[in-house]
């Protein structure tokens, strides 16, 4: 089917580090693929999408993703975390049937330690 | 203002009672989407709107109900509702069906059916 997985359902990060959010998609075709993050009693925010072209894609608060069709990947990348990036993300991909939605994964929660 | 609205935000009821829950949108958007979220499952799509009485089944539509009948307000409804139905329901919108397109979230709807 066609969808987006998220392998970690959780990583722990110190403040400062760097981090990566894991992301692989399976879809026929070109996919679009985004990345939001909710934070407590919140909706769902965009973070970046990725339309067909460059690889890398920035997004805000100093968030990239890089799409990989040979690993079918779009993982999701921060340089220095800080501590108000704790937050539950997670990635989606445009689907196109009989209209269009996203399908999302099942979240990755980032916890920031001191 | 770029929001999506949803009320009520917190609501308990019993066992085989109706369940009304609304959503609203002040951007003219064409696409509304429900979503429920439960642990481990990420966001499941419930119904599409792409315009004024124009919906669709999503994944797990079983259960549920939509009404739209103005473009900037998309209902969802549960007649008759189930414990498993239990969940924190987002309402979304989108500009039209573009594949690139953002979705815009509310900020949740808790339903505890008891």
């Known amino acids: 089917a066609q969808s987006v997985t998220q392998p970690d359902a959780r990583v722990t990060v110190s403040e400062g580090a760097s981090l990566q959010l894991r992301c692989k998609y399976s879809y026929f075709g070109t996919p679009y693929l985004f990345w939001y993050v909710q934070y407590p009693r919140q909706g769902l925010q965009l973070l970046l999408k990725y339309y067909p072209g460059d690889p890398v894609v920035q997004g805000v608060n100093g968030f990239e993703a890089e799409f990989s069709k040979s690993n079918s990947s779009f993982h999701l990348r921060k340089a220095s975390v800080h501590w108000s990036d704790w937050a539950v993300y997670f990635c989606?991909?445009?689907?196109?049937?009989?209209?269009?939605?996203?399908?999302f994964g099942t979240g990755t929660k980032l916890q920031v330690v001191p | 203002d770029m929001k999506v609205t949803q009320m009520p935000r917190y609501l308990i009821k019993r066992m085989g009672e109706n369940v009304l829950l609304e959503c609203g949108q002040d951007?003219?958007?064409?696409?509304m989407y429900w979503y429920r979220q439960d642990p481990g499952l990420g966001l499941q799509l419930i119904y599409i709107?792409?315009?004024?009485?124009?919906?669709s089944e999503g994944d797990i539509p079983k259960g549920y109900r939509v009404s739209r009948k103005k473009r900037e307000h998309f209902s969802l409804i549960l007649d008759s509702a189930k414990t498993n139905q239990t969940s924190v329901y987002f309402c979304?919108?989108?500009?039209?069906?573009?594949?690139?397109?953002?979705?815009?979230f509310g900020e949740g709807s808790r339903l505890i059916v008891v």
């Open positions: 951007m003219s958007h064409e696409t």
């Open positions: 709107s792409y315009d004024v009485d124009s919906n």
């Open positions: 979304a919108s989108s500009l039209s069906q573009g594949r690139g397109n953002t979705l815009y």
């Open positions: 989606a991909v445009s689907m196109k049937d009989s209209g269009t939605y996203q399908r």
